[in-house]
T-cell receptor
Framework: ETGVTQTPRHLVMGMTNKKSLKCEQHLGHNAMYWYKQSAKKPLELMFVYNFKEQTENNSVPSRFSPECPNSSHLFLHLHTLQPEDSALYLC??????????????FGSGTRLTVV | QKEVEQNSGPLSVPEGAIASLNCTYSDRVSQSFFWYRQYSGKSPELIMSIYSNGDKEDGRFTAQLNKASQYVSLLIRDSQPSDSATYLCAVFGNEKLTFGTGTRLTIIP
């Protein structure tokens, strides 16, 4: 495996379900991010983890709960979602201290549909 | 005012011509600037970065930065159908990367 991998690629869930998105990076990076991408909107930063510690929560509703057990893995736990949460959820990673030079590397995303 | 602004397009360019994509940003302390390409249903892929005023060339791509005007652009020379995608401008500042909404580019054979 190389780069940033996300599973599942597609997810359909009901508003009362609980599910989790998984992200794994194989780049030796130490910062990881969750972004939400909705149609006709810019990528929205949700959470930032640096060295496994959450350093930013961009006013995300509590129905989204991130978890970062180590620098290579990132999860997004979902519960009691709303239809407007349907979007592409992208995980990204970078090397803290170098991100202004190299940007972020994105995973392939999870297309989430809430019904 | 949006932090990073792009014309959403669609921008249609004949094959072989030069495609010009523009981006403006609001935060004067922004440090570095990136262009990502995103094919439909795929993730964003970094294609260019630029930190200093002026031009930076990489193959058929040229990024241009003017910090005084808070403007960054991407030129694609000899456009190919495979260049058809959405191009996202991203600005790094205050320890985070902020994206524009993207410009959809279509190369017409």
């Amino acid at each position: 495996e190389t780069g940033v991998t996300q599973t599942p690629r597609h997810l359909v869930m009901g508003m009362t379900n609980k599910k989790s998105l998984k992200c794994e990076q194989h780049l030796g990076h130490n910062a990881m991010y969750w972004y939400k991408q909705s149609a006709k909107k810019p990528l929205e930063l949700m959470f930032v983890y640096n060295f496994k510690e959450q350093t930013e929560n961009n006013s995300v509703p509590s129905r989204f709960s991130p978890e970062c057990p180590n620098s290579s893995h990132l999860f997004l736990h979902l519960h009691t979602l709303q239809p407007e949460d349907s979007a592409l959820y992208l995980c990204a990673s970078s090397q803290a201290g170098q991100r202004e030079y190299y940007g972020y590397t994105f995973g392939s995303g999870t297309r989430l549909t809430v019904v | 005012q949006k932090e990073v602004e792009q014309n959403s397009g669609p921008l249609s360019v004949p094959e072989g011509a030069i495609a010009s994509l523009n981006c403006t940003y609001s935060d004067r302390v922004s440090q570095s600037f990136f262009w990502y390409r995103q094919y439909s249903g795929k993730s964003p892929e970094l294609i260019m970065s630029i930190y200093s005023n002026g031009d930076k060339e990489d193959g058929r791509f040229t990024a241009q930065l003017n910090k005084a005007s808070q403007y960054v652009s991407l030129l694609i020379r000899d456009s190919q159908p495979s260049d058809s995608a959405t191009y996202l401008c991203a600005v790094f500042g205050n320890e985070k990367l902020t994206f524009g909404t993207g410009t959809r580019l279509t190369i017409i054979p």
